[in-house]
């Protein structure tokens, strides 16, 4: 029963594999192979972070292309999530906006690698009738956030926009309410760039905002700001653009008013990529850089590097070398930015060094 | 917890014992269908105890951390480690009180149409219809509430409770952009619980015998005055103990809520303003968290939502036996 589902799985991701070049023949030489070789379909299970699976969902249909006989699966549940699961080795591989702190790393059962995959943007969207282009500051920013100000036309925000005619409305805030990367990524920032917030609310999945409404997840966050006129949150870019949220420039810490982009993130990456540690574990928020846009994060993949099984721990090492390389050209129209080549040469050693036992997993032609 | 089991324990097997000395047969048969249905009725007390013994020693780090002040605290940071269920447990409370009180008098006034006045043609296809309310996700009922009934309170009710019931403390302050809020929450809360009360009520109303009507009719009673001293007199402990389930409903509701609350851990006598429940603070962080000591806190929460629910369930029952016991309800009998 089962091996007979596993056959039709692997037909049909056969089928869709070959479809645009191979002829008839070719399809039922290479079916009948595979109905030999049916047992060793191998799946590998993911689970994490929210914001990298439109990605991820958009490589693991690609990957059948590349290897019929790899099925990855990835669970949409949360970075926290992602960081629990693999720690109880619940799945193959986490996902996770924020990289594990020491203590999580000191607890989990072996060495775990953070692999980058992607680079996201945290943009802070609005709801103002008229206006495009807003220009923020980080202090700005900080201050609307903590509730000191209180309207549109504050001559903070005026000062900023010259030129642009600021409505005077209450401005209401919105917030995720689930421990999200999204949320750690922008009071990272906050905190990083202004003490008044990093000594009243400080940085984390989930932390207390001082004012506003609390959103669940991304779709609630732009649910609650279209309906609010004056509302001012955070999404991630690429939801931000799907939502057709306007969204602001954000000053860097070159004075620069940068509008978030693949361009501008990966220019945030770039200008740290020269100093990643070894662990790969970096903050590329508030980078410098004259391009950079200052709230940017990688976002990571979490692997062990003793993997338990020596056919599934080398087919997720491919799958990752693969993501890294080809699957980079595939997140641009989804408004992911690729990583710079530095860090990829560095991703590279890290895959190089998962094994099983002393076997390593990723041979040199690799 | 514990001693809550002990007392039901005995009380089940009491119950289970009856049958069988009043059969007094021994068909192998029957003792066989006695012990399975006994193992069945055991399985729930089981798994309760499973749960409820899970669930405190998952949040044993919380317990231990911040013992009673837990259940007092009225902040909740994160950051700082400072954790308070209260605001929660007021949110949970206010939010389904909202929702009883706007649903007791429409509930009631459905049920009295559906089981006395509607004329036949109509009481099974209305009847179905407030059923029907019942089974609309949770998730439809929320985006129909973010999108719709909040701003549309927004616009037409919060202004005209403001100046009519603006003197009130619950009905000052400026309400939200959006129009979420704890009265949101509550008015799409008694939707959500209307059809568990209507229909219960409903039929327990029919249950009632028709010669108790037609005897008060012929006495020269209008028809209120039957539904008032023949019928509702006789159901008045059943639709006390309908509109507990309904409230046990209200307790619990997730998805929903935390789309309308506002999801604020504040309390605040403004029923315009933002608030959060326990069921709502779960759904939306514990897929997100990888910290222990926060896992623990959040199944704490978990805990004491379900106590409350205990707490509730076992006031109902009393409420009911004192209801059964009010000399009105004798009478009628």
Redesign the interface.
């Given at each position: 029963m089962r091996i007979a589902g596993c056959i039709a799985v692997a037909i049909l991701g056969l089928s869709i594999g070959c479809k645009p070049s191979d002829t008839t023949i070719d399809k039922k030489s290479d079916a009948s192979k595979l109905l030999t070789q049916s047992e060793k379909i191998i799946e590998i299970q993911g689970a994490g972070a929210s914001f990298p699976y439109p990605l991820y969902s958009k490589w693991m249909a690609e990957y059948q292309k590349v290897d019929p006989r790899i099925r990855v699966n990835y669970q949409s549940?949360?970075?926290?999530?992602g960081?629990?699961q693999v720690?109880e080795k619940i799945v193959d591989f986490g996902g996770s906006d924020a990289p594990?702190v020491d203590e999580?790393l000191a607890k989990a059962p072996g060495k775990i690698f953070h692999i980058p995959t992607t680079l996201g943007a945290v943009v802070v969207a609005y709801n103002l009738a008229g206006v495009v282009g807003l220009k923020l500051s980080s202090e700005v920013v900080a201050r609307i956030f903590l509730g000191e100000i209180k309207n549109w036309d504050d001559s903070a925000i005026a000062a900023l926009n010259v030129g642009v005619v600021l409505p005077s409305q209450?401005i209401?805030i919105v917030y995720r309410?689930?421990?999200?990367g999204t949320t750690a990524v922008f009071t990272e920032y906050l905190s990083k760039t202004n003490a008044a917030w990093k000594e009243k609310?400080?940085?984390?999945?989930?932390?207390?905002f001082p004012i506003?409404?609390?959103?669940?997840g991304n779709e609630?966050i732009s649910?609650?700001m279209k309906?609010?006129?004056?509302?001012i949150g955070y999404v991630e870019l690429a939801y931000a653009k799907q939502a057709k949220l306007a969204y602001a420039f954000i000053q860097n810490s070159q004075g620069r008013f940068v509008e978030p982009s693949l361009e501008s993130v990966a220019a945030a990456a770039d200008s740290v990529a020269g100093r990643i540690p070894e662990d790969l574990r970096v903050s590329i928020v508030d980078a410098s850089g004259e391009l950079s846009y200052p709230i940017s994060a990688f976002t990571y993949v979490l692997v062990y590097e003793e993997q338990a099984d020596l056919s599934k721990g080398v087919e997720l090492a491919k799958f990752l070398w693969w993501a890294i390389h080809d699957g980079q050209k595939l997140g641009a129209p989804l408004h992911y930015a690729p990583l710079p080549s530095q860090v990829v040469t560095k991703i590279e050693a890290k895959l190089r060094e998962m094994r099983v036992g002393k076997q390593m997993l990723l041979t040199a032609k690799n | 917890m514990l001693p809550t089991h002990s007392e039901q324990a005995p009380r089940r097997e009491l119950c289970e014992q009856k049958p069988s000395k009043v059969e007094g047969g021994r068909n192998f048969g029957d003792g066989l269908f006695k012990w399975i249905t006994a193992g069945f009725a055991a399985s729930a007390v089981i798994l309760l105890a499973a749960m409820v013994m899970q669930m405190t020693r998952a949040s044993a780090l919380s317990i231990q951390r911040f013992g009673f002040g837990f259940l007092v605290g009225m902040d909740w940071d994160p950051v700082q480690e400072i954790f308070g269920a209260f605001p929660f447990v007021f949110g949970t409370v206010v939010s389904s009180v909202i929702a009883l009180l706007l649903v007791i008098p429409i509930a009631l006034g459905v049920a009295i149409f559906l089981a006395e006045l509607a004329p036949g043609w109509l009481t099974k296809p209305l009847g179905l219809l407030v059923e029907l309310l019942a089974a609309i996700p949770s998730i439809v009922y929320g985006l129909w509430g973010m999108f719709i009934l909040a701003p549309w309170l927004l616009k037409n009710v919060y202004p005209i409770l403001e100046k009519t019931l603006g003197f009130l403390p619950l009905f000052q302050g400026v309400p939200q952009a959006s129009g979420r809020g704890m009265l949101a929450a509550g008015v799409v809360l008694a939707i959500m619980v209307l059809p568990t009360v209507a229909s219960v009520s409903r039929e327990l109303m029919v249950s009632v015998p028709k010669g108790y009507r037609e005897g008060v009719l012929a006495l020269g009673a209008t028809r209120w005055e039957a539904i008032r001293v023949a019928v509702l007199p006789n159901v008045v402990s059943g639709i006390v103990g309908a509109i507990v389930l309904g409230f046990g409903r209200a307790l619990g509701e997730t998805m929903a809520v935390t789309m309308l609350i506002g999801n604020r851990a504040e309390i605040s006598a403004s029923l315009f303003a933002p608030a959060a429940t326990i069921a709502s603070m779960i759904a939306n962080e514990y897929a997100g968290s990888s910290d222990e000591l926060y896992l623990s806190v959040l199944t704490e929460l978990g805990l004491v939502l379900f106590v409350l629910t205990l707490l509730l369930n076992m006031a109902s029952k009393l409420l009911v036996w004192r209801v059964g016991r009010m000399p009105g309800v004798e009478r009628s009998l």
């Open positions: 549940i949360g970075s926290g999530g960081i629990r720690m594990m999580e209450p209401s309410t689930d421990g999200s609310v400080g940085a984390g999945k989930s932390v207390k506003g409404l609390g959103a669940k609630g649910g609650q309906m609010a006129p004056g509302s | -």
